[in-house]
């Protein structure tokens, strides 16, 4: 009994992904495109545990690390150009689908085998290995496990970025996905000496004065559908450049408009470029937001999810508002 549920489901993964690590020296890490908590943390951590093998990593991925996660030792170390694609494995944290890499990821350049360790619905089958566990709540997770099994020592680094991994993706622990194995992780992480509140409020308390100057914006977009069960948010361009702000500047601003008392499914749009929208969706309850992304080419988790879309804000809108009174529909039933 090793004390944690999810460990027997993963250990055959586990024992492949330690011994596929092992054989490398050159090691590239990646995480999902306009990475979260999640995807940074982990990426963070693995660096780490792969140093202490004495592997040469290098974390990469297409965009830049959100402001709130750069306390994180080893931030620092991630790079948005490769100079060489010449890798012995490439590790994919927190990634669905190869697409989510990002439009920029040199797919064409890279040769060298890919191992995935993900927790999203689907496991992405086109790699040598994906370490996977749809129940985890959110990949650092996963990676305490492999932490162990490649006896790494467990240090306050890597600690923090998983810790990070899993308030993150759990919402500091209010979804459904928390389980008793997350808390029995982050027990064992809290054990190390990490500083809680010194991680939480990095994370959730150090908003630069132009994102709520900029929440202040979008709360005005709110938009509720007839029965109130659909809520809609939007950022234009306009407003981005007015607050200074980069898009990547909204994330969590969906939370509000899912936050109101009767709204079961919330969205949330970004103007990439004129009529190109980045959708986001929140559900609570049943309703599983991946099945409305993916009407749209999109993906995610039940509760979480995007997609990209063409179209003005009211068209989409309604489109969404179509396929979720159908969805509400169904529920009722
Ligand atoms: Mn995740």
Redesign the pocket.
């Given at each position: 009994m090793s004390g944690f549920d999810r460990l027997d489901h993963l250990r055959p993964n586990l024992e492949k992904m330690v011994g596929i690590i092992r054989n490398a020296n050159n090691i590239l890490v990646t995480m999902?495109c306009r990475p979260?908590g999640?995807?940074a943390g982990?990426a963070i951590a693995m660096a780490h545990m792969l140093k202490a093998l004495d592997k040469k990593v290098t974390v990469y991925n297409v965009d830049e690390i959100p402001e709130q996660f750069t306390f994180l030792n080893g931030a620092a170390d991630i790079v948005h150009e490769l100079n060489s694609t010449d890798f012995d494995l490439c590790l994919v944290l927190?990634c669905g689908h190869i697409n989510l890499l990002g439009r920029k990821f040199p797919y064409e350049k890279l040769t060298c085998p890919l191992a995935f360790i993900?927790?999203?619905s689907i496991p992405y089958p086109d790699c040598i290995v994906n370490l996977h566990d749809s129940q985890a709540s959110?990949?650092?997770e996963i990676l305490f496990h492999l932490c162990n099994a490649l006896e790494v020592e467990l240090t306050t680094d890597i600690a923090a970025a998983l810790y990070t991994?899993i308030i993150t993706?759990t919402g500091s622990f209010r979804y459904t996905s928390t389980s008793a194995d997350s808390m029995r992780v982050c027990a064992c992480l809290l054990a190390t000496g990490i500083d809680v509140w010194d991680i939480a409020s990095n994370i959730y308390e150090n908003n630069p004065v132009e994102k709520v100057k900029l929440l202040g914006l979008v709360l005005q977009t709110l938009w509720l559908s007839k029965d109130g069960r659909l809520a809609c948010l939007n950022a234009n361009r306009y407003m981005l450049r007015q607050c200074h702000c980069p898009g990547s500047m909204t994330d969590g601003f969906i939370n509000y408009a899912r936050s109101i008392h009767g709204v079961e499914v919330s969205i949330f749009l970004t103007e990439l470029d004129r009529d190109l929208y980045r959708l986001s969706f929140r559900s609570r309850g049943n309703i599983d937001v991946s099945q409305i992304a993916a009407r749209f080419d999109g993906g995610g988790?039940k509760n979480a999810a995007a997609c990209t879309v063409k179209g003005t804000v009211e068209s989409i809108r309604k489109q969404v508002e179509e396929i979720c009174t159908e969805a509400f529909k169904s529920l009722d039933k």
């Open positions: 999902h979260d999640d995807a982990s927190d993900d927790h999203h959110a990949v650092g991994s993706d988790h």
